[in-house]
Each structure stands twice: as C-alpha cells, then as structure tokens.
C-alpha cells in the first residue's frame, strides 16, 4: 500500500517549457488535489477534484490545467512555465467517512523555474 | 468565508518544555479541524482531528480541543522532544453541503526543539 506517489521529485525547467506532475493513490479515494507550497504562504489549492471526471478551480489555478485521468490519477500541467511557479508542489487525496475529510499528501515535487 | 490563522514562528524551545501553537479560524457551519505535521523533505501528515465542538484531538502527546466560542484549535504538548521539530498546519474542512474534502490551511508554525 503506497498511499500516494508523486513523480518527479525535482524537476528544474527554463521559462516557457512545459512539463506534467504525475500523482496517482491506491486508497480507492474520489477525492484528489494538488497543492503548492511556498515559503510563508503555508498551502494553497491549485486544483481538486471531487470524483472520477470532474475538476474544479482553487485559489490559484492561474497557469496550470489538471485531467482526472481515471479514479487512481490526477496530473498537473503547466504549459508554459514562469519563475513564479518555482515551488513545492504536494498531490492529496480524500476518501468519504461521513463528512470528516482526512487529506493523505504525497512526498512533493520540488520544481525549479529558471 | 474559511480561513485560518496561525501563531506565526519560528517557535524554539528545549527539550521537555511545554508548547502551545495557537490557532483560531473562521468559518460558516460545523467545520472539522486539523492539525497537519511536515518533517524536513517530506509531504504533511494528519496528526490529529476534531469533528465537532468540545471534541478533544490527540496523537502521539499533542492534543487540541475544538472550542466554538473562541473559534480555536490550539495545539499543544506538554513535553517536547527533538524528534518533534517540524512544520505545523492548522486546517479547517469545508461544512457539509459545501466543497466537498476541501481543506483551508494556515501559513504553518516551524518549531524546533534543542537537547
């Protein structure tokens, strides 16, 4: 049992290329996030989904597009990257028990935009 | 709308001292709350829960009660350990009906501790 997995772990890109975070979890959990990291800002949403087939936008989806691949997968784009999307980016994941909504985080990806 | 506001660190104290890391939140409905452990290069791990008022959380010595008329969940431990050293996050869920699973986090609250 993984949890959940995040790939790469570093990625260091040049303004204007594009790259996919992969997140995927084995915890037949509908729920799915991405998050990011920056000193002092504590977590910000990007991105969720709340089940299979739908996405929705969170505090800071400027930048990125996501695709809920299947019930297991939930990836992270960023078409053109910018230097202000230098960050630590954390997938998550949330099953249903009642309504009480424990989030499991992946390891991160730490990505460099130069 | 959610949000949450945490003591802001760096919190440094030696070994077996007492900790407090204060938090008070703002939300609509019956939130539950959350504190979240991050150790150095690692993704953030529950540590532990509330799900309604006067609920007491607890995990591995820390403890946080849930008090609605102070809208707090503040964190504490009565003997900190090295081990102990690491980012904490306050976070509230969304109240039933609303966004489903989503979380609000605070800033975080670096804490470490000295032998």
């Known amino acids: 049992n993984a949890g959940v997995t995040q790939t790469p772990k570093f990625q260091v890109l040049k303004t204007g290329q594009s790259m996919t975070l992969q997140c995927a979890q084995d915890?037949?959990?509908?729920?799915m996030y991405w998050y990011r990291q920056d000193p002092g800002m504590g977590l910000r949403l990007i991105y969720y989904?709340?089940?299979?087939?739908?996405?929705d936008k969170g505090e800071v989806p400027n930048g990125y597009n996501v695709s809920r691949l299947n019930k297991r997968e939930f990836s992270l784009r960023l078409e053109s990257a910018a230097p202000s999307q230098t960050s630590v980016y954390f997938c998550a994941s949330s099953g249903d028990r009642g309504f009480i909504y424990e989030q499991y985080f992946g390891p991160g990806t730490r990505l460099t935009v130069t | 709308g959610n949000s949450v506001t945490q003591m802001e660190g760096p919190v440094t104290l030696s070994e077996e001292a007492f900790l407090t890391i204060n938090c008070t939140y703002t939300?609509?409905?019956?939130?539950?709350l959350f504190w979240y452990v991050q150790y150095p290069g690692e993704g953030l791990q529950l540590l532990l829960k509330a799900t309604k008022a006067d609920d007491k959380g607890s995990n591995k010595g820390f403890e946080a009660t849930y008090r609605k008329e102070t809208t707090s969940f503040h964190l504490e431990k009565g003997s900190v350990q090295v081990s102990d050293s690491a980012v904490y996050f306050c976070?509230?869920?969304?109240?039933?009906?609303?966004?489903?699973?989503?979380?609000?986090f605070g800033r975080g609250t670096q804490l470490t501790v000295w032998p």
């Open positions: 976070a509230l869920s969304g109240d039933r009906g609303s966004t489903l699973g989503r979380l609000y």
């Open positions: 939300a609509t409905g019956y939130p539950s």
């Open positions: 915890m037949n959990h509908n729920s």
């Open positions: 989904s709340a089940s299979e087939g739908t996405t």
